[in-house]
C-alpha cells in the first residue's frame, strides 16, 4: 500500500512534459520530462505538479478530451459508480428529500474515484426537481421576476471563466431563445465555494449560471414547453462548443460537479437553503473508467443516472447516426432539422443513452416506454412472457437495438422517477419503501439510517426488470403492470404479422448456380485470399449443414494487417 520507486539506471518510461502537452509519451529514462507514476489504489496517473504560463498547475490531464490522444481514446468512456435516490411518491416538496438525497450520495464514497492526491473527484451529482419557492426567492434577488410553477424553465450553464467568450455565449442564446418564441427573463449566477475543491477541480473549473426562460403564452406547460426549450438547447449547443448546458427544463434541474461527495452540499449554498424543496433528489457519485474526470462528464444526465457501462455503444451510436437520413416526427415537425444529430458523440456512454432517451421523449414516447425500448427484457426464448409484452419488445427491436450494459439505470422526468435493471442484471440495486410513502433506492443498502419498524417493503431489481413511482397519481407501480400498459397500447401482434418479412419465407430463386472448373476455382481462392483450411474447415461445412461450424477459442492466427500475404477483407475486421 506504500509507494514504491525502484532505482533504476536505464529504462523505457511513460512520461509527460510541456513540449508534448501533457500527453503519455514512450522514451527511455534518459529523455525523460515529468514521470508518471501508478499507485495500486488509483487507476488515474499522478504527475509532479507543473506550472503552466499562467502560473496554474497543468490541467491537461484532468480535463475532457474530444480527440484521442496518447493512450487515450474517446471511444472508451464508461463510468462505473454508486447511485442513489430519494422519492416522496405523494409528490410532496420538502427539503427533507433533498438533504436525505446527499446523505446518500455522502455514504457511497467507496464508489467514488479520486485522483492520486485524494482531494479532485471524478464527479458527484443531483438531480432535482425545479424548487419553485426558492427559484422565486432567489430570482428576485437577482431582479428576474419569475411567473407561476411551471411557467418559466430553468437552464444550468457551465460557461467560460474568460469573460469575452462567455458574455458571448450568453448573448447567443438569449438570441436563440427568442428566435424560437421563448421569452427569455434574465441570468443568475449560481453562488459557489470553490475553496472547498481539489487544485485540479478549482483549476478547471467553469464559469456557472442559470439562466430563466418564460414559458409562452399558449403553450401548454410540461412536455409541450420542455420540448420547445430542448430545441432551443440544442440550436445553442450545435453554435457553441464551448459551453455546456447540464439541464435545462420547466420541471427538473441538475447541480454537479467534479467533486469529492461530501464536496457537492457545500460547493452549491442552493442546496443548503431550506427554502428549496423538492419531492424527487437522485444523486450520484462516479467512478469512471478509461477515462479523464470532468466536470461535464458528471451525472446526473438530464433524465439519467447510471451505474455500469453501455458496452454495446459504438454499435447504437452508429445505428442511431445512420437513422437520421429517414427519421420523421409528426411531433417535432419543422424543428426535426434542428436537433440533429441526435447524439453528441464527445459524451460518455452514459450521456449518448441519455441523448438517444431524450430525443424518444421529446418526439411523444413516455419516458418509461423509452427506457423498454433501449433496455428490454430477454424476450426472445422467454417462452412464458405474454404475447402482448413479446408483440411489443419484437416491433421496437426491428427498430432499436438493446443497449447492453451490465447497467443499472435510475431515471425521472421531474413526474415520474424509475430504476430498471438491464437484463445482464450484473449491478446491484436495492429499495426500501417507508410507511410515510418514501422510496429509497441505491445501489447498496445502509445508506440511510432507517428504523426498521418504519419499512413497509423492501425488494431488489432484477434483470430486465423495472420499477416505477408515479409522483402524479401518487403509487408505486410494479413491473407487470408499467410493461402490460404500454405492451397493450398498440396492436403491436398485427403490425408485426402485416409487416414482418422473416428471410426464410423468401422465394429462392429458380436459377442454376454458377459452376467452375478447378483450375478456376483454384485462381479465385488465390484472387480472394482463401486459404485450403478456410475453404475445408469453414465454408463445406457452412453449406453442407447450413450453419457455422463450431471452434475452439485462442485463435493465434496473426493480424491481418500484419500478414506478408493477401487478406479477404473482412479478416480485417476479426
Known amino acids: 500500500g506504500k509507494w514504491k520507486f525502484p532505482i533504476v539506471k536505464n529504462v523505457g518510461l511513460w512520461y509527460s512534459s510541456p513540449e508534448n502537452n501533457g500527453v503519455p509519451s514512450w522514451t527511455s529514462a534518459s529523455n525523460l520530462g515529468t514521470p508518471y507514476f501508478f499507485h495500486p489504489r488509483f487507476r488515474t496517473a499522478a504527475p509532479w505538479r507543473e506550472r503552466n504560463p499562467r502560473g496554474e498547475e497543468d ?7 474530444t480527440s484521442p490522444a496518447g493512450l487515450y481514446d474517446p471511444r472508451f468512456e464508461h463510468d462505473n459508480c454508486g447511485i442513489g435516490a430519494v422519492v416522496d411518491i405523494k409528490g410532496r416538496k420538502s427539503h427533507r428529500t433533498l438533504d436525505d438525497a446527499l446523505q446518500i450520495v455522502e455514504h457511497l464514497e467507496h464508489r467514488a474515484g479520486k485522483d492520486a492526491e485524494g482531494k479532485t473527484g471524478d464527479g458527484v451529482g443531483i438531480l432535482l426537481q425545479i424548487g419553485h419557492k426558492f427559484f422565486t426567492k432567489a430570482a428576485a434577488e437577482a431582479g428576474i421576476t419569475l411567473g407561476g410553477e411551471r411557467e418559466y ?19 447567443l442564446f438569449e438570441i436563440i431563445c427568442k428566435k ?16 472547498v475543491l481539489g487544485h485540479k477541480a478549482r483549476s478547471c473549473m467553469p464559469s456557472i449560471w442559470q439562466g430563466f426562460v418564460g414559458k409562452p403564452p399558449r403553450m401548454q406547460p410540461g412536455i409541450d414547453f420542455d420540448r420547445k426549450l ?14 455546456y448546458v447540464c439541464s435545462l427544463s420547466s420541471r427538473t434541474i441538475v447541480y454537479k460537479g467534479m467533486f469529492l461527495v461530501k464536496e457537492l452540499r457545500l460547493f452549491y449554498p442552493d442546496l443548503q437553503d431550506e427554502d428549496y424543496e423538492s419531492a424527487i433528489g437522485m444523486v450520484h457519485s462516479r467512478f469512471s473508467t478509461n477515462t479523464s474526470p470532468s466536470w461535464n462528464r458528471a451525472h446526473p444526465n438530464r433524465y439519467i443516472l447510471h451505474n455500469g457501462e453501455i458496452n454495446t455503444i459504438r454499435g447504437n451510436v452508429d445505428r442511431m447516426l445512420a437513422r437520421e437520413e429517414s427519421m420523421s416526427s409528426a411531433v417535432m ?33 413516455d419516458l418509461p416506454q423509452a427506457v423498454m425500448m433501449c433496455i428490454p427484457e430477454p424476450w426472445a426464448n422467454d417462452k412464458q412472457m405474454d404475447r402482448e409484452k413479446r408483440d411489443f419488445y419484437h416491433y421496437y427491436a426491428t427498430m432499436m437495438e438493446p443497449w447492453d450494459g451490465p447497467a443499472a439505470i435510475v431515471f425521472s422526468d421531474g413526474d415520474t422517477v424509475g430504476a430498471v435493471l438491464d437484463r445482464n442484471g450484473l449491478r446491484p440495486c436495492r429499495w426500501y419503501l417507508t410507511d410515510d410513502d418514501q422510496l429509497i433506492l441505491s445501489s447498496e443498502v445502509g445508506v440511510l439510517d432507517i428504523p426498521p ?27 407487470e403492470d408499467i410493461k402490460a400498459r404500454y405492451a397493450t397500447q398498440q396492436p403491436y401482434g398485427e403490425w408485426l404479422d402485416a409487416n414482418l418479412v422473416y428471410l426464410k419465407d423468401l422465394p429462392i430463386p429458380n436459377k442454376r448456380v454458377e459452376k467452375h472448373s478447378q483450375e478456376m476455382r483454384d485462381k479465385l481462392y488465390k484472387a480472394f485470399g482463401y486459404t485450403y483450411e478456410e475453404v475445408k474447415d469453414s465454408i463445406l461445412p457452412m453449406a453442407r449443414d447450413g450453419a457455422e461450424p463450431t471452434s475452439a477459442m485462442g485463435v493465434d492466427t496473426p493480424l491481418a494487417v500484419l500478414s506478408e500475404h493477401h487478406q479477404p477483407l473482412f479478416n480485417y475486421f476479426k
Open 59 to 65: 490541467m491537461d490531464n484532468f480535463t475532457e478530451r
Open 153 to 171: 424553465g430553468v437552464g444550468m450553464f457551465f460557461f467560460p471563466q474568460e469573460e469575452l467568450p462567455r458574455n458571448q455565449a450568453k448573448k
Open 180 to 195: 424560437e418564441g421563448l421569452p427569455f427573463l434574465g441570468w443568475r449566477e449560481v453562488p459557489t465555494c470553490p475553496d
Open 230 to 243: 430542448y430545441v432551443a438547447r440544442r440550436v445553442f449547443e450545435q453554435s457553441n462548443q464551448e459551453t
Open 333 to 365: 415537425e419543422d424543428d426535426m432539422d434542428k436537433v440533429l444529430p441526435v447524439i453528441d458523440q464527445s459524451g460518455s456512454d452514459s450521456s449518448m443513452l441519455d441523448n438517444t432517451l431524450e430525443f424518444l421523449m421529446m418526439n411523444g414516447i
Open 453 to 479: 419498524e418504519r419499512i413497509v417493503k423492501k425488494s431488489r431489481l432484477q434483470p430486465g426488470k423495472m420499477l416505477l413511482a408515479d409522483l402524479n397519481a401518487g403509487c408505486l407501480v410494479n413491473d
